[in-house]
């Protein structure tokens, strides 16, 4: 189905210049996507965004759910239907580290809404962060599985353990949420993605408030009508399909255009300026009262020692003796 749906697409977009964008939010294959356009995912910090992943997955099973809700079916029926479909939708998607986090929060969450019992986000979380070590222990030793499950640990401990907190339903808190938890990942993820990475952009915060939600509602569920019409209708599915692209060739014109800024930081790579910062971040979402949170923000400061970085276009090659052999160190301007 991956090989069809990955055919069929490259078929009916030929030289759209989101083509490579759009297979990666469909099922999760990232080897259309082109360099420059990598650069300019970086640049906005969107990289999480225009690739599969957890935030994807439990959009589709909210959808899922909403829609199974309405059919005569009891709670305990939709919710392992749901679990199903999500599974399935998970496979299509790769199955990478943030699409099993996510999985595995969405079974547990969706398995305790049909038994009607209470299961706290702490316990999900480490069920999830069990359940990936379980099924690919090596995973710890990807950036990905700790900026993934460092962004959601951020998240439970800036709300308690409570992802919308107290915040209800209205238009105006809702968005006030939405705000605050992109403002919480950015915060959070800046130390790591500094350590991991060796840069983070400086406009991640405000790109994001512009295109997760214009991603999550104007594109994404096209792509999922394309797959689902798929087997059924060719021109459904090329009409979804169609629409899918217009609405991100519109968001990806405005990335490119921020790109283009290259609003980007380069800053500290050591352990120390991390472990530093990061206590920073738990004193900055910690309670009200509990520390002053000009001490948090004191903490980033190891991390704003910029080290010299070589210039655009230019290679440092850098000779380490290890006693035994020789290192070699190669570094751009935004990669070593």
């Not at 209800?168 to 959070?188: E, F, H, N, P, Y």
């Not at 991390?274 to 991390?303: E, N």
Request: net charge positive; aromatic share 10%.
């Amino acid at each position: 189905l991956r090989y069809r749906i990955r055919q069929t697409m490259l078929g009916l977009l030929k030289e759209s210049p989101v083509k490579g964008l759009l297979i990666a939010l469909t099922i999760g294959e990232t080897g259309q996507i082109s360099k420059p356009a990598w650069h300019s995912l970086t640049r906005t910090g969107t990289n999480h965004l225009l690739i599969i992943s957890g935030l994807h997955v439990g959009l589709v099973a909210a959808m899922i759910f909403k829609l199974l809700g309405l059919t005569p079916l009891s709670i305990r029926w939709v919710g392992v239907t749901t679990m199903i479909v999500t599974a399935f939708y998970a496979l299509i998607a790769g199955f990478g580290l943030p699409v099993q986090r996510a999985l595995i929060m969405t079974s547990a969450v969706l398995l305790a809404v049909s038994i009607s019992r209470r299961v706290s986000t702490l316990t999900m979380f480490s069920a999830s962060l069990l359940g990936v070590v379980m099924v690919q222990p090596f995973a710890v030793m990807s950036n990905g599985f700790w900026l993934s499950f460092g962004a959601v640990f951020s998240l439970i401990y800036a709300y308690n353990g409570k992802l919308m907190g107290n915040e209800g339903t209205g238009m105006l808190k809702v968005l006030l949420a939405a705000i605050r938890t992109q403002w919480v990942v950015s915060v959070a993820m800046f130390p790591l993605l500094l350590y991991l990475l060796s840069q983070a952009s400086l406009v991640a915060f405000t790109v994001n408030l512009v295109a997760i939600p214009w991603i999550s509602f104007l594109v994404i569920p096209w792509l999922l009508i394309f797959v689902a019409a798929l087997p059924i209708s060719t021109d459904i599915s090329a009409a979804s399909l169609s629409i899918g692209e217009f609405f991100l060739s519109i968001i990806w014109q405005y990335l490119e255009w921020v790109a283009d800024k290259e609003l980007m930081f380069y800053g500290s790579e050591g352990l120390v300026p991390l472990l530093i910062a990061l206590f920073g971040v738990l004193i900055v979402f910690s309670p009200k009262g509990t520390v002053p949170r000009w001490l948090g923000w004191m903490c980033f400061l190891p991390l704003l020692v910029v080290h010299e970085v070589p210039g655009r276009g230019e290679l440092r090659v850098t000779f380490v003796d290890v006693g035994q052999g020789l290192s070699v160190i190669l570094q751009t301007r935004r990669t070593t």
